[in-house]
């Protein structure tokens, strides 16, 4: 139709080509043989002057249009498919896989419970043993042979260990598979042959962890004492000599090398940064996470950064660990430590001489000031730290304080040596930086004497190096200038740009594609008197919808993951738009005036979880179901006949899982009896033995 629409097009000014010109119209009019009215339609439009592009666009719309009605009609499914039905699915979906979660700790421990109690019904010596070994004072057995006399009951009591390698080596036996799984966490600090003994004692291993961040070092994670108050410090004082010769294969390099691709999953999903550009270095580097990490924006546009560049007298920015970096570093942290101590804290070192340093001066300046709060209300666990970046991961804070500790050597003459992020060798040195640059969760600062704008790419030889004058750009430019690291745009697509165009043109400003990651938000809506603030995400149900690999992903974990982070949500359906446009843009406009009005200039700072108050904590047993049964008082225990039976019955009914020491002591206090008799014990033993081979206990 669009040929015969173009070359009419053609022929209709030259009236020499009038035979021409009677052919295309027969052959329009054969084209459309089944509606009289579209052709005079198309013959009206092309005598008018109209473009044939656009009447043949029109009629593919049109045609479209009319499939898609008649698909809908045929189809019940696609018939309800409105935006009252797509919501409440979703919303349905969103709640039921909420209860779900919540519900899945229950389950497992009473998964754990009906499996622990079928293990004391069924190894009775075991459970003799271990209430042996309990009221002993002395002359115990020890753990390990303890457990190899008792695994089965050891297990189920306590179904999931957790153990260094080191210590499975010392407490379990090594002649069988004692567990279904093993587990290794932070993998890339294990070295293979200290796995070993731990792979041995299960079925099963899932090895995870990172292998964009340290390997295993005598200074990794297993090998640093687990003290807070402590710095730990490599082997070699001079980090300038730093020699990543000590590094070794890691488990998880290991285990990936031999397993197929099916075997080995990469997790994409990041949380801990509540602002995305705090992991857009590390996100975007091609030797680190290569854009597959996927991340959530920030509902502003201020930067999490701050850039300290250290000045003063030769003396004071010169060297490794130049006094003035230390000075001002302390500072920094003192003053955050008193006006924000509901934010956690930890300052972060290049080098361990620097970390030290530190270390003192916050002790000679912070002394015994009750001012200071080194921990977050209700937070305990998240006090306040001074490490350097070999001691580093695992941890994590609100704030993290990044201090180099480099100066140059003199002044205008820049430092190209940085210690350990020097190192090349299996990229160790800018795994280093990648561990100290993601520790944060809302903002990081940056102490140093480096001006990283007065390097010459061409001079940075190292990965290391360079990745780390990339970073402190980002930082220095309150994370705008990311280098040759720069994020791509990301085109609109036409659905995208009509709801762009349309609301627009209702007076609503907006940033689309927003993000710096390889996930965006359609749209963010911005204040009207805040342009730097964002009131709203408006998401399509676009290819970036139904990219996602799950309706848990799409539906549930970005929006929750979006809200978490101060985000109000809205969300305009394509079949509603294609078909109520008017209607999709009045929801719009409302969503978006809803969430002015919701907006606060100052959000108010979250409160800490008030301590639970003892009555809360105190559990009430279930309640037993129905009346209590009688039982009768009479001159023999064979003169019973079901009562036994029916109390047993109702004393289990709580859904307690009772033992059968416990229903035997339920049931003998309610008989007249003040001996047990064998012939008593037997007949109560018989008769719970009965009831649970018939499922009527548990």
């Given at each position: 139709?669009?040929?015969?629409?173009?070359?009419?097009?053609?022929?209709?000014?030259?009236?020499?080509?009038?035979?021409?010109?009677?052919?295309?119209?027969?052959?329009?009019?054969?084209?459309?043989?089944?509606?009289?009215?579209?052709?005079?339609?198309?013959?009206?439009?092309?005598?008018?002057?109209?473009?044939?592009?656009?009447?043949?666009?029109?009629?593919?719309?049109?045609?479209?249009?009319?499939?898609?009605?008649?698909?809908?009609?045929?189809?019940?499914?696609?018939?309800?498919?409105?935006?009252?039905?797509?919501?409440?699915?979703?919303?349905?979906?969103?709640?039921?896989?909420?209860?779900?979660?919540?519900?899945?700790?229950?389950?497992?421990?009473?998964?754990?419970?009906?499996?622990?109690?079928?293990?004391?019904?069924?190894?009775?010596?075991?459970?003799?043993?271990?209430?042996?070994?309990?009221?002993?004072?002395?002359?115990?057995?020890?753990?390990?042979?303890?457990?190899?006399?008792?695994?089965?009951?050891?297990?189920?009591?306590?179904?999931?260990?957790?153990?260094?390698?080191?210590?499975?080596?010392?407490?379990?036996?090594?002649?069988?598979?004692?567990?279904?799984?093993?587990?290794?966490?932070?993998?890339?600090?294990?070295?293979?042959?200290?796995?070993?003994?731990?792979?041995?004692?299960?079925?099963?291993?899932?090895?995870?962890?990172?292998?964009?961040?340290?390997?295993?070092?005598?200074?990794?994670?297993?090998?640093?004492?687990?003290?807070?108050?402590?710095?730990?410090?490599?082997?070699?004082?001079?980090?300038?000599?730093?020699?990543?010769?000590?590094?070794?294969?890691?488990?998880?390099?290991?285990?990936?090398?031999?397993?197929?691709?099916?075997?080995?999953?990469?997790?994409?999903?990041?949380?801990?940064?509540?602002?995305?550009?705090?992991?857009?270095?590390?996100?975007?580097?091609?030797?680190?996470?290569?854009?597959?990490?996927?991340?959530?924006?920030?509902?502003?546009?201020?930067?999490?950064?701050?850039?300290?560049?250290?000045?003063?007298?030769?003396?004071?920015?010169?060297?490794?660990?130049?006094?003035?970096?230390?000075?001002?570093?302390?500072?920094?942290?003192?003053?955050?430590?008193?006006?924000?101590?509901?934010?956690?804290?930890?300052?972060?070192?290049?080098?361990?001489?620097?970390?030290?340093?530190?270390?003192?001066?916050?002790?000679?300046?912070?002394?015994?000031?009750?001012?200071?709060?080194?921990?977050?209300?209700?937070?305990?666990?998240?006090?306040?730290?001074?490490?350097?970046?070999?001691?580093?991961?695992?941890?994590?804070?609100?704030?993290?304080?990044?201090?180099?500790?480099?100066?140059?050597?003199?002044?205008?003459?820049?430092?190209?040596?940085?210690?350990?992020?020097?190192?090349?060798?299996?990229?160790?040195?800018?795994?280093?930086?990648?561990?100290?640059?993601?520790?944060?969760?809302?903002?990081v600062e940056v102490v140093s004497t480096i001006n990283p704008y007065q390097y010459d790419d061409n001079r940075l030889n190292s990965v290391g190096v360079k990745g780390l004058i990339q970073y402190l750009r980002f930082v220095h430019s309150g994370g705008?200038?990311?280098?040759?690291?720069?994020?791509?745009?990301?085109?609109?697509?036409?659905?995208?740009?009509?709801?762009?165009?349309?609301?627009?043109?209702?007076?609503?400003?907006?940033?689309?594609?927003?993000?710096?990651?390889?996930?965006?938000?359609?749209?963010?809506?911005?204040?009207?008197?805040?342009?730097?603030?964002?009131?709203?995400?408006?998401?399509?149900?676009?290819?970036?919808?139904?990219?996602?690999?799950?309706?848990?992903?799409?539906?549930?974990?970005?929006?929750?993951?979006?809200?978490?982070?101060?985000?109000?949500?809205?969300?305009?359906?394509?079949?509603?738009?294609?078909?109520?446009?008017?209607?999709?843009?009045?929801?719009?406009?409302?969503?978006?005036?809803?969430?002015?009005?919701?907006?606060?200039?100052?959000?108010?700072?979250?409160?800490?979880?008030?301590?639970?108050?003892l009555e809360k904590l105190v559990s009430f047993a279930p309640e037993k179901q129905g009346q209590e049964p009688s039982m009768p008082q009479l001159a023999s225990i064979d003169d019973y006949g079901t009562e036994i039976a029916d109390y047993i019955i109702w004393f289990c009914s709580d859904g307690i899982l009772h033992s059968d020491d416990e229903i035997f002591e339920a049931v003998f206090t309610r008989l007249p009896f003040t001996r047990r008799g064998i012939r008593i014990a037997n007949?109560?033993?018989?008769?719970?033995?009965?009831?649970?081979?018939?499922?009527?206990?548990?």
């Amino acid at each position: 139709m669009e040929a015969v629409l173009k070359r009419f097009d053609e022929i209709r000014t030259q009236l020499p080509n009038a035979p021409d010109l009677q052919r295309q119209l027969k052959q329009l009019e054969g084209l459309v043989a089944d509606s009289k009215e579209l052709f005079e339609e198309l013959v009206e439009q092309l005598c008018s002057g109209e473009a044939p592009k656009l009447i043949s666009d029109g009629v593919k719309r049109r045609w479209a249009s009319y499939v898609e009605e008649t698909i809908r009609i045929q189809s019940p499914a696609l018939r309800n498919s409105g935006r009252q039905y797509l919501d409440g699915n979703v919303n349905d979906f969103r709640a039921r896989d909420a209860v779900h979660i919540r519900s899945t700790g229950p389950r497992i421990r009473r998964l754990c419970a009906e499996r622990a109690h079928a293990m004391r019904l069924a190894h009775p010596e075991q459970v003799e043993l271990i209430e042996t070994q309990h009221r002993r004072r002395r002359n115990r057995l020890s753990a390990r042979k303890l457990f190899a006399k008792a695994p089965e009951l050891l297990k189920s009591l306590k179904p999931c260990w957790a153990m260094s390698p080191l210590v499975v080596s010392e407490l379990l036996p090594p002649d069988k598979a004692f567990f279904d799984v093993v587990i290794f966490d932070e993998a890339s600090q294990i070295v293979p042959f200290e796995a070993v003994t731990s792979i041995l004692r299960g079925k099963q291993t899932i090895v995870a962890g990172d292998s964009k961040q340290l390997s295993p070092t005598s200074t990794s994670f297993f090998a640093t004492k687990d003290d807070e108050d402590e710095i730990t410090t490599s082997d070699d004082l001079e980090d300038d000599t730093f020699d990543a010769i000590d590094e070794t294969e890691s488990l998880l390099e290991a285990v990936k090398a031999v397993l197929p691709g099916q075997g080995v999953r990469t997790l994409s999903w990041h949380y801990r940064s509540e602002d995305e550009r705090l992991i857009a270095f590390s996100n975007q580097h091609p030797e680190l996470y290569g854009r597959r990490l996927v991340t959530a924006p920030s509902i502003s546009v201020e930067p999490p950064f701050k850039y300290h560049l250290v000045e003063g007298a030769l003396s004071d920015v010169t060297g490794k660990s130049p006094r003035g970096e230390i000075e001002l570093t302390v500072h920094v942290a003192i003053a955050h430590l008193k006006q924000r101590p509901d934010l956690s804290l930890a300052v972060i070192a290049l080098g361990s001489d620097h970390a030290r340093n530190i270390q003192n001066e916050f002790d000679r300046q912070a002394g015994d000031d009750s001012s200071i709060a080194l921990c977050p209300p209700g937070r305990p666990d998240e006090k306040f730290i001074i490490r350097h970046l070999e001691s580093i991961q695992g941890d994590e804070r609100d704030v993290v304080i990044l201090s180099t500790g480099y100066g140059p050597r003199e002044i205008g003459k820049l430092r190209f040596d940085f210690g350990p992020i020097n190192s090349d060798k299996n990229l160790s040195g800018l795994r280093r930086l990648n561990v100290a640059v993601t520790r944060a969760r809302k903002r990081v600062e940056v102490v140093s004497t480096i001006n990283p704008y007065q390097y010459d790419d061409n001079r940075l030889n190292s990965v290391g190096v360079k990745g780390l004058i990339q970073y402190l750009r980002f930082v220095h430019s309150g994370g705008e200038d990311l280098g040759d690291l720069s994020v791509e745009t990301v085109p609109m697509n036409p659905f995208e740009q009509d709801i762009y165009d349309s609301l627009r043109e209702q007076g609503i400003e907006m940033v689309p594609q927003y993000g710096v990651s390889g996930y965006r938000l359609d749209f963010a809506v911005q204040h009207p008197d805040s342009p730097g603030r964002f009131i709203l995400a408006i998401e399509a149900d676009g290819a970036s919808y139904h990219s996602s690999e799950t309706a848990r992903d799409r539906d549930r974990i970005r929006q929750a993951h979006l809200e978490r982070l101060g985000w109000k949500f809205h969300r305009i359906w394509s079949t509603e738009w294609f078909c109520n446009k008017e209607s999709e843009l009045y929801l719009a406009k409302q969503a978006v005036e809803e969430a002015i009005n919701a907006y606060k200039e100052e959000p108010e700072l979250p409160q800490p979880e008030p301590e639970p108050e003892l009555e809360k904590l105190v559990s009430f047993a279930p309640e037993k179901q129905g009346q209590e049964p009688s039982m009768p008082q009479l001159a023999s225990i064979d003169d019973y006949g079901t009562e036994i039976a029916d109390y047993i019955i109702w004393f289990c009914s709580d859904g307690i899982l009772h033992s059968d020491d416990e229903i035997f002591e339920a049931v003998f206090t309610r008989l007249p009896f003040t001996r047990r008799g064998i012939r008593i014990a037997n007949r109560i033993k018989d008769e719970i033995n009965n009831l649970r081979s018939i499922g009527r206990i548990a």
